[in-house]
Nanobody
Framework: HVQLVESGGESVQAGGSLRLSCAAS????????MGWFRQDPAKEREGVAA???????NYADFVKGRITISEESNKSTFYLQMDALKPEDTGMYYC??????????????WGQGTQVTVS
């Protein structure tokens, strides 16, 4: 049973920082691509960052330089460090995983989301 559990979302002021965590279990996560998405109720869900099973990373243009995706050495937990937060970063943040996710396939596994609010 694949499970992804996010934590770390909260309300912060613009310019502040947050670190989101995603605890993974139930699959061979060392073979998977993992990533973060976000969704504001007024917008479509958008990809934020991803990390491949080889440690390579990709970021959406709107977060480059402000957000870093990383993972534990055993790949059971991965993180999203967000700095210089802006009000437009507000949204529900979801972690996701899948074998082919980093190649463009929709990730089959999702967490329940953690809310980030920047004011």
């Amino acid at each position: 049973h694949v499970q992804l559990v996010e934590s770390g979302g909260e309300s912060v002021q613009a310019g502040g920082s947050l670190r989101l965590s995603c605890a993974a279990s139930g699959y061979a996560y060392n073979m998977y691509c993992m990533g973060w998405f976000r969704q504001d109720p007024a917008k479509e869900r958008e990809g934020v960052a991803a990390i491949g099973n080889d440690g390579s990373t990709n970021y959406a243009d709107f977060v480059k330089g402000r957000i870093t995706i990383s993972e534990e050495s055993n790949k059971s937990t991965f993180y999203l460090q967000m700095d210089a937060l802006k009000p437009e970063d507000t949204g529900m943040y979801y972690c996701a995983a899948g074998v082919s996710f980093c190649s463009g396939a929709p990730p089959p596994y999702w967490g329940q989301g953690t809310q980030v609010t920047v004011s």
